[in-house]
């Protein structure tokens, strides 16, 4: 500790940051070895008379909140904005990214339809399409399916007890899955051996409004898993027929689009029975 | 005036088997304890009540509205929190993002409350230094807080929860206690648990529960006050008391109607009254 202490003009100039940058220099290195000087620094602050002129201090709670929200908040992933972009509710697209049992889904979806690709190529054009049309039209069904099934949906318990409408929240999680699943494989199509058309997409449809419809009576897996095994002998029994292409003509087209549009009418008139059937059966 | 909750012979089968068997319960606001053995239908009542499962039969009521109704579901849901028996997490999310999620399912759409008020219940079941923190990475006392913690958004006024101071050590149980006392001076506060000592804590009122059934509805005070003169300190175990262990002390606690030899007559606890209760035949019985 020296005898000499900083005086309180140049304290003060120094608090307000109007010191010579050698002086300052010397009231900083003083104020580092004399703690008498150092406690007479809170006082030069509140002492500043220009202090609640100058720009407004941040406050403690603001800042730590600020700190916080960068720590804690969920980082808004590029999807989410893209649901935003196009028209979604903040929350809604919120609680579609967020849902615990979308994302594997989706990407297990997308893997598959890579996967099958690959395997269809193995098999030359008639038995790739084959294998191609008995799997990737269920793909869709099976996402949706699966993105709000209870035996998979791990908070399901909780979302069940929340005034979170079931209907909506089941559609979008299934136009999420769609909206990533549909066009995944749609580019996965034209990398088939022979002439697969974009059409397969049709059933597809059909098969995701007929998982929704029929989820109004037993569970949406349930419902996925005898979808898959109908359209599975469908296509064998085309194939054995002829040509696995057969079920893409335009006949059964139209009754693809049907299905669709009666799934959703049948949805629309049950959608107050959609359940999870936990242990025999449960409001939603 | 209508009951928080209102069950009148209210039942609730899975295949041939009645979990809840002609339950009759009004519950009002306060603290309710539900004791009962595994299998006692504990859950399943809480779950009705919950509304995430329907009566088989019976008439249901909660704040006066019917929960078959979907509108009248949906409006007793808002005013709900649920702590399941099991809370499934997404462990990838963090402790935040989780009760952020259900957030928005019970209607929080603005972010700035939202998250307000998701950091305020965190700090209320002592998890507002970990909302960063992956739930994979959140221990099974900080799973269940975490789990509470969803439940008390929104400050809702019935809360259902099942088990909530499972797996918590006895400081965090008593940090509990207090939030949840706290929360029964508005609220109607359900939990099923198997720790006596917590509803002599926190309950006015108990519901004993064995094989679907009512066994015991009415004051803790009360039920204990049926064990008295009926559970002595001896040094040897009683062969004709029902229910007898060994103590930390190295004597024996029998819960008998007779005094065993040169036995010493004590205060009863609940548990004592829990354990000659269940010990009891199975006739319904109720405090007055």
Same mark, same amino acid.
Not at chain 1, 206 to 214: E, N, Q, R
């Given at each position: ?8 003009? $140049? +304290? ?69 904005? !893209? ?11 919120? !609680? ?18 890579? $996967? ?31 993105? *709000? ?42 990398? !088939? ?31 996925? $898993? ?25 006949? *059964? ?5 049907? +299905?669709?549009? $009666?799934?959703?009418?049948? !949805? ?17 | ?8 012979? #209210? ?11 002609? #339950? ?15 299998? =006692? ?13 329907? @009566? &088989?039969?019976?008439?249901? &009521? ?24 099991? #809370?499934?997490? @997404? ?63 929104? &400050? ?7 088990? @909530?101071? =499972? ?88 819960? =008998? ?5 040169? =036995? ?16 009891? &035949? ?7």
């Amino acid at each position: 500790m020296s005898a000499w202490h900083v005086d309180d003009d $140049a +304290l003060a100039r120094w608090v307000d940051g109007t010191e010579t940058f050698a002086r300052a220099a010397s009231s900083e290195a003083h104020l580092l070895v004399c703690a008498p000087c150092r406690t007479r620094v809170a006082a030069a602050v509140r002492a500043q008379p220009s202090r609640g002129e100058r720009a407004e201090l941040p406050e403690f709670e603001a800042v730590w909140g600020n700190v916080r929200d960068v720590i804690e908040l969920p980082r808004v992933s590029a999807f989410e904005r !893209l649901l935003r972009r196009v028209g979604l509710p903040p929350a809604d697209a919120r !609680l579609v990214t967020l849902a615990p049992s979308f994302r594997a889904p989706w990407l297990a979806g997308i893997l598959l339809v890579l $996967a099958f690709v690959v395997v269809a190529a193995q098999f030359g054009p008639g038995r790739g399409q084959a294998i191609f049309l008995m799997v990737a039209p269920l793909l869709p069904c099976l996402a949706v399916a699966l993105s *709000y099934d209870p035996s998979i949906e791990p908070a399901l318990e909780t979302e069940l007890a929340t005034p979170y409408p079931a209907l909506r929240l089941v559609l979008l999680r299934s136009l999420a899955v769609l909206g990533i699943g549909l066009p995944a494989a749609a580019a996965a199509s034209p990398f !088939l051996p022979g002439n697969v058309s974009y059409l397969w997409l049709l059933p597809s449809l059909g098969f995701v409004g007929c998982v929704l419809a029929a989820s109004t009576w037993t569970t949406p897996l349930s419902a996925a $898993a005898g979808i898959s095994v109908a359209w599975f002998l469908i296509v064998v029994g085309t194939a054995l027929a002829g040509s696995a292409h057969a079920v893409l003509r335009p006949a *059964y087209l139209g009754g693809y689009l049907t +299905l669709a549009a $009666a799934s959703v009418v049948v !949805l629309l008139a049950r959608h107050r029975h959609l359940r999870q059937p936990q242990e025999g059966g449960g409001w939603v | 005036m209508t009951a928080t909750v209102e069950l009148d012979e #209210v039942g609730r089968r899975y295949g041939a088997t009645w979990a809840v068997d002609a #339950v009759s319960l009004a519950l009002e606001p306060g603290v309710v304890g539900l004791l009962g053995p595994n299998g =006692a239908g504990k859950t399943t009542l809480l779950r009705m009540i919950a509304t995430a499962l329907a @009566p &088989s039969r019976g008439r249901l &009521s909660v704040f006066g509205l019917d929960p078959a109704l979907p509108r009248q579901r949906t409006e007793i849901r808002r005013r709900l929190g649920y702590l399941p028996q099991e #809370v499934g997490f @997404p462990r990838g999310f963090t402790a935040f993002a989780f009760v952020d999620y259900v957030a928005v399912l019970k209607e929080w759409t603005v972010p700035g409350p939202r998250h307000a008020e998701v950091r305020r219940v965190l700090e209320a079941v002592n998890l507002g230094a970990l909302g960063a923190k992956r739930i994979r990475a959140l221990s099974g006392g900080q799973r269940r807080r975490l789990g509470l913690a969803q439940a008390l958004l929104g &400050s809702p006024a019935l809360l259902v929860l099942d088990e @909530p101071t =499972a797996g918590l050590d006895p400081e965090q149980r008593a940090a509990l206690r207090a939030v949840l006392a706290e929360l029964g001076r508005t609220a109607l506060v359900v939990l099923s648990t198997h720790q006596t000592d917590d509803v002599a804590a926190l309950c006015e009122r108990v519901v004993v529960l064995d094989g679907g059934r009512i066994r015991y509805d009415g004051g803790v005070t009360e039920l204990v006050e049926r064990a008295a003169g009926r559970v002595w300190l001896a040094d040897q175990p009683d062969p004709a008391a029902p229910v007898s262990w060994r103590t930390g002390t190295g004597r024996y606690r029998n819960l =008998a109607e007779q005094a065993p030899a040169e =036995a010493e007559l004590v205060e009863p606890s609940l548990e004592d009254a829990y354990l000659l209760l269940r010990g009891q &035949s199975a006739t319904p019985a109720r405090a007055s």
